[in-house]
């Protein structure tokens, strides 16, 4: 048997030590943990782990990893005919399984208002971001004229993404610029899918990112998650005008939540800093947050799985699945 952490008190799942037929390695991401079966096909697991400032949370939120996977996997479905992508199956509500890939080493980001770190820099008085200016004359959270690609590397050690321009990418021979043409359609593609899928749900896709790769044989494929609240921001349409126009916070669907609660109790990721404990009430209404994401996110209500044993239950259906 492996074994795997859950926590009796809440059943989260936050560290997985499977063992496939077939399995050449395993990579633990933030949140995520990818076996590698083959070096053909790829199991990624997402975990109840919550990250926030770069740093993992020591507890885990009830049905985090679930409904993450299945938010990232709808959308997968909702814009295969726009972009390919790496997904195969979901044998698990947790789980998805894909074709590996050699993933790119940038993240696209995408912005389609001045929010979170393009907020944080306009307001030190910066123009530009990742070599892209940005106009004069805008409050947090004004829309931008076009929405605006803004790279970052991805790090290799789980350390800080960097932001990066165009220009460096091509220049440094990141991603060759024949293949950063497809990424950048792709991104502009799947941010104004995402629009109007999010639109159609009284929300704001403010901004997102997408993570690449490539096949074996050499076509550029989404990978990762799309269009999650870990990987997005979104604002509630009704009432977003008047909210800009009387300076006010826009009432947001993301995990901002959880950095403001770190904030507020002294906490930013920094050398020194003690992460607050986080009670069994504050992950209740931590857990019930994403629920809300969810239901929201996919205007479709959210369907518990059963999670008296999720690393049984996990190992199981991957098991089935690999037959």
């Given at each position: ?24 390695s ?23 782990r ?23 996997t ?5 814009t ?8 195969i ?12 890939c ?9 912005r ?22 940005m ?6 959270n004004?829309k ?15 350390s ?11 220049e ?6 024949e293949?950063?043409l ?12 995402g ?5 159609s ?13 490539k096949t074996?044989e ?11 609240p ?12 008047e ?5 006010e ?25 003690q ?17 809300e994401?969810?239901?929201n ?22 098991l089935?699945?690999?037959?």
């Amino acid at each position: 048997m492996h074994d795997t952490t859950t926590h009796t008190t809440m059943n989260t799942i936050t560290t997985t030590n499977f063992n496939f037929p077939n399995q050449k390695s395993v990579y633990r991401g933030k949140v995520r943990e990818v076996y590698n079966i083959n070096d053909d096909l790829l199991v990624m697991v997402a975990t109840d782990r919550l990250s926030a400032f770069d740093v993992v949370l020591p507890k885990g939120i009830p049905y985090k990893g679930q409904i993450l996977n299945q938010i990232a996997t709808k959308f997968m479905e909702l814009t295969q005919d726009i972009v390919p992508n790496w997904l195969i199956a979901t044998p698990d509500p947790n789980v998805a399984v894909g074709h590996l890939c050699e993933p790119f080493k940038v993240e696209m980001v995408i912005r389609g208002y001045l929010s979170g770190h393009a907020a944080r820099e306009y307001a030190l008085g910066k123009r530009a971001i990742c070599g892209v200016t940005m106009e004069e004359g805008l409050k947090e959270n004004d829309k931008f004229a076009t929405p605006i690609i803004t790279p970052t590397t991805k790090a290799e050690n789980g350390s800080h993404d960097e932001d990066i321009s165009r220009e460096a990418i091509l220049e440094y021979g990141i991603v060759s610029e024949e293949d950063y043409l497809v990424l950048e359609k792709y991104t502009r593609a799947l941010y104004q899918r995402g629009t109007e899928i999010a639109s159609s749900r009284g929300l704001i896709l403010v901004d997102t990112k997408y993570e690449f790769g490539k096949t074996k044989e050499g076509v550029i494929v989404l990978i990762d998650e799309i269009h999650t609240p870990d990987s997005s921001r979104y604002f509630y349409a009704d009432g977003y005008q008047e909210r800009q126009d009387n300076n006010e916070e826009q009432k947001q669907l993301s995990k901002e939540f959880v950095r403001r609660w770190l904030i507020e109790n002294g906490f930013q990721g920094k050398e020194g800093q003690q992460i607050p404990d986080m009670t069994e009430e504050y992950i209740e209404t931590v857990s019930e947050r994403y629920i809300e994401l969810y239901e929201n996110i996919l205007g479709e209500k959210f369907v518990k799985a059963d999670i008296s044993n999720i690393d049984e239950r996990i190992e199981k259906n991957v098991l089935e699945f690999l037959k």
